[in-house]
Every structure is written in structure tokens, then in C-alpha cells.
């Protein structure tokens, strides 16, 4: 991974890397450390799970219900609402998606649970995107490198030039395994097919619409940066 990331960093180097910066630092997403440099916080804990519809469905009817979110790893695990036949699975799939619904008002959840398809997995995605910046980022990467510049579709190589990107912006992520970053893509462009992004097999860019239900969640100014890469796919 390492010797493949000095050659895509220097094909990426300089104005590739610069709108990924600006957009990062226009929503406030940039955070400094204790030396004052600017720093992200990229993880690869999505590779546990992509949109995971149904069983967001199945907890967010828990949560409506009037269940505690602290409450519905236990009461998941107790009763295998997800119906998966591991434990640890159930434990990796909960803790994906509480954080995304911990988000979502009783109307979103809602939406969730009882809207059609297309609507929550809009919905979904939106909130995907603020909670794993890589999906939120190469959503980003796919408006300013895909869709302003008449592109068709996305690559596997647009993945390897994003990747290369976040790279250098965190060096951290050299330690991660080839094996690690190809499950993140496989991962992530199953998350855009299935929330209607992309088209299957051919990953042809689809016209997107928001429906009104994820206009007014990206609304709250706490989700500025969620409808940043949101907005910038229309």
C-alpha cells in the first residue's frame, strides 16, 4: 500500500488536493491540534456495514416506540432483532447506525421506518455523511471531480486519487492494510448504489433529487457539512 500511495499522492499532489481542502475548511471541518496544525480524524470502522437499510429500519421503529438508544444493543442482542447469527456482528451493525439515527428527529425517523426506499436512503446517506468522513468527503470529491467536470461516471481510480488525498491530509492512513482500503471502496460504492447515487456495475452519476423530508434535516446548521456534499451531487 505504501509504495502505491507515493505514486498516486504525487499524481494527486497540488490541484486535485486543493478543492477537497477549501471545502473542508469553508464547513469548519478542519480541526486544529495542540501545535495548531490542521488536522482530520478519517476512520475505516465503515467497512462493518454499508447503508444497512433494513436493520436501520428495525432499530429506528424501536427508537420511535420510545426505546433509549443506550438501550438497543441489549435489547438487539437479546432478541436478535437483526437476525444476524453472530453476536459480534449485531455489535458492529448497532454501533453504525445508532450515531446515524441519534441524528434524526421523530419525523426522519419516520421517514426511516415507513417512507418508500428512495426517501430513506437519502435519508440515510445524508446522515452517513456526517457521521464517516470518507463517505462525506468522496461525496465532495465526486462534485468537484466528477460532476463539474461533465464526467460520467466514477472510477476505481477516482477512489485510489481520493484515497491518496485523504492521505495526505492524514499520514496515519499509510499504516492501513491494501486489503483494508479495497473493502472501504467496495463498501462505500455499494453505500452510493444503493442510496441511488450511482448506477450499479457501470457507476454512471444518476440525477439526484432531495426530497423535502432531507432538505429539512440537512436544514439544522449542526449539519452544515452533511449538506455541503449533499447538495453538491444535485
Known amino acids: 500500500l505504501a509504495s502505491w500511495l507515493v505514486s498516486r499522492q504525487a499524481a494527486c499532489r497540488g490541484a486535485q488536493v486543493r478543492p477537497l481542502l477549501d471545502t473542508l475548511h469553508l464547513c469548519g471541518y478542519l480541526k486544529k491540534d495542540s501545535v495548531g496544525k490542521r488536522s482530520l480524524m478519517f476512520s475505516a470502522n465503515i467497512t462493518g456495514g454499508g447503508l444497512l437499510l433494513q436493520e436501520s429500519r428495525i432499530l429506528a421503529e424501536q427508537l420511535l416506540a420510545g426505546r433509549r438508544a443506550d438501550e438497543l444493543l441489549s435489547v438487539s442482542l437479546a432478541q436478535n432483532l437483526l437476525q444476524k447469527r453472530s453476536p459480534a456482528t449485531t455489535k458492529k451493525m448497532v454501533g453504525l447506525i445508532i450515531p446515524r439515527l441519534k441524528t434524526m428527529d421523530q419525523r426522519s425517523l419516520a421517514v426511516v421506518v415507513r417512507g418508500d426506499k428512495a426517501e430513506a436512503s437519502l435519508l440515510l446517506l445524508a446522515a452517513i455523511a456526517g457521521c464517516h468522513r470518507l463517505v462525506?468527503?468522496?461525496?465532495?470529491?465526486?462534485?468537484?471531480?466528477?460532476?463539474?467536470r461533465y464526467k460520467p461516471d466514477v472510477t476505481f481510480r477516482d477512489w485510489e486519487d481520493f484515497f491518496a488525498q485523504c492521505v495526505s491530509l492524514q499520514p496515519d492512513m499509510e499504516k492501513w492494510s491494501a486489503a483494508t482500503a479495497q473493502k472501504l471502496r467496495n463498501v462505500i460504492f455499494r453505500l452510493l448504489v444503493e442510496s441511488g447515487v450511482l448506477e450499479g456495475k457501470s457507476y454512471r452519476i444518476l440525477p439526484l433529487y432531495l426530497p423535502d423530508v432531507v432538505r429539512e434535516y440537512l436544514a439544522s446548521p449542526q449539519r452544515k457539512y452533511a449538506r455541503t456534499c449533499m447538495e453538491g451531487l444535485l
Open 136 to 148: 462525506g468527503d468522496f461525496l465532495v470529491y465526486i462534485s468537484r471531480e466528477c460532476i463539474a
